[in-house]
């Protein structure tokens, strides 16, 4: 990580390397890791080396479903790593600069963020892949609905308009489907339209 200058910065909880060495990782491991923590270990997508033919026909993201909620980088690693393996390299080869205007900073693409995780979780219990025992399912909901809990926490001091996004709306639904996951079997059902 580097700032708006080039000066490099401590790695973060999300940036420090899952392995010491350069190796050869299980992607349904590697999946339910970052399903469990909410966290992209990956990074963006320069970060990766991948073949196109192997992406969701040949597009960005993991079920095609995901429409304005759809986070390019960590939906199309679930992608790919639902088929196989992945080479992890700890050598850093490229830079990512932290500075106040990203888009994460946006508030619509955080909560678009926190949503798109849920459908991950969702596609990954539905097609039995890196959730697919239920203790694994029981801690990516739990993790999830804390990390939802403080933006939930941080959201009481919004303005009553801020309230009525289309955004704000769909996590709330979001939130409570989630929550209603860990009494149902961990089946994640809600609705909202991603287009």
């Not at 992607?27 to 923590?37: A, E, K, S, T």
């Not at 992209?40 to 993201?61: F, R, S, V, W």
């Not at 289309?166 to 079997?185: E, I, P, R, W």
């Amino acid at each position: 990580m580097i700032d708006e200058k080039g000066n490099v910065l401590p790695d973060k909880s999300w940036s420090k390397s899952i392995v010491e060495n350069t190796a050869r990782l299980s992607g349904d491991v590697v999946g339910r890791l970052m399903l469990q923590n909410i966290i992209n270990y990956l990074g963006e997508p320069t970060t990766a080396l991948i073949c196109k033919k192997y992406m969701h026909d040949g597009h960005l993201g993991w079920t095609g479903n995901e429409g304005k909620y759809r986070i390019s980088d960590f939906t199309t690693w679930f992608c790919l790593m639902s088929q196989g393996d992945l080479i992890y390299i700890t050598e850093p080869l490229s830079s990512f600069r932290q500075h106040a205007h990203q888009q994460h900073q946006n508030l619509d693409t955080h909560f678009g963020g926190l949503i798109c995780w849920t459908m991950m979780m969702r596609e990954a219990i539905e097609e039995n892949v890196f959730l697919k025992e239920d203790n694994d399912k029981r801690k990516a909901i739990i993790q999830w609905l804390k990390y939802a809990g403080e933006n939930l926490e941080v959201m009481k001091t919004y303005p009553e308009e801020y309230w009525n996004k289309s955004y704000v709306q769909d996590f709330l639904k979001v939130y409570a489907g989630m929550a209603a996951a860990l009494t149902n079997g961990y089946h994640i059902e809600y609705r909202i339209d991603p287009t």
